[in-house]
T-cell receptor, first 110, second 115 residues
Framework: KQEVTQIPAALSVPEGENLVLNCSFT??????LQWFRQDPGKGLTSLLL?????REQTSGRLNASLDKSSGRSTLYIAASQPGDSATYLCAVNSGYALNFGKGTSLLVTP | DAGVIQSPRHEVTEMGQEVTLRCKPI?????LFWYRQTMMRGLELLIY????????DSGMPEDRFSAKMPNASFSTLKIQPSEPRDSAVYFC?????????????FGQGTRLTVV
């Protein structure tokens, strides 16, 4: 069974810092990996989708990388802002279902 | 497109009552998923439909849970009878052509509280 781990569980940074969120998975046989953002009491918003054949994807200040062989992905957030405060979830697709990590709760302080 | 639409957003019910959660997937998407989110276990897949047919319901906790997809634009998740341990946020998600290569989109969720 695919196990997805996200480190750290929580992170607090001052506004303007660049930061990296980590995701690791146990089975490298994946189709794709998706990063989501979840605000308190809200649904999941898709941020980036990386196919298994890709190394990275970028959207604005976000950059996600994928190293399938080592079972790792990182989400890089440049020049963080208070509005980036949320929980970030990594989800790995090894078949038809997404296996989720427990998330990293990010707080960006002004 | 309005995205994946779930109703109700919040549901409070008494133990033993029947609860029905509803989902309208994104038009044109042919895969639909029901997930449950709790603090302890995170997000777990309950059931997966493809072209309105249940493909995998191994995540459904017990026989008290049932799900249907009578057509491409509507799905329900029913709990009967409900128990306090069913309290969680239930999400519906949809994607195009199976999830192997495509992006999944989630609804806002239904927060269920069973007292």
């Amino acid at each position: 069974k695919q196990e997805v781990t996200q480190i750290p569980a929580a992170l607090s940074v001052p506004e303007g810092e660049n930061l990296v969120l980590n995701c690791s998975f146990t089975d490298s046989a994946i189709y794709n990996l998706q990063w989501f953002r979840q605000d308190p009491g809200k649904g999941l918003t898709s941020l980036l989708l990386i196919q298994s054949s890709q190394r990275e994807q970028t959207s604005g200040r976000l950059n996600a990388s994928l190293d399938k062989s080592s079972g790792r992905s990182t989400l890089y957030i440049a020049a963080s802002q208070p509005g980036d405060s949320a929980t970030y979830l990594c989800a790995v697709n090894s078949g038809y279902a997404l296996n989720f990590g427990k998330g990293t709760s990010l707080l960006v302080t002004p | 497109d309005a995205g994946v639409i779930q109703s109700p957003r919040h549901e409070v019910t008494e133990m033993g009552q029947e609860v029905t959660l509803r989902c309208k997937p994104i038009s044109g998407h042919n895969s639909l998923f029901w997930y449950r989110q709790t603090m302890m276990r995170g997000l777990e897949l309950l059931i997966y439909f493809n072209n309105n047919v249940p493909i995998d319901d191994s995540g459904m906790p017990e026989d008290r849970f049932s799900a249907k997809m009578p057509n491409a634009s509507f799905s329900t998740l029913k709990i009967q009878p409900s128990e306090p341990r069913d309290s969680a946020v239930y999400f519906c998600a949809s994607s195009l052509g199976g999830i192997m290569n495509t992006e999944a989109f989630f609804g806002q969720g239904t927060r269920l509280t069973v007292v």
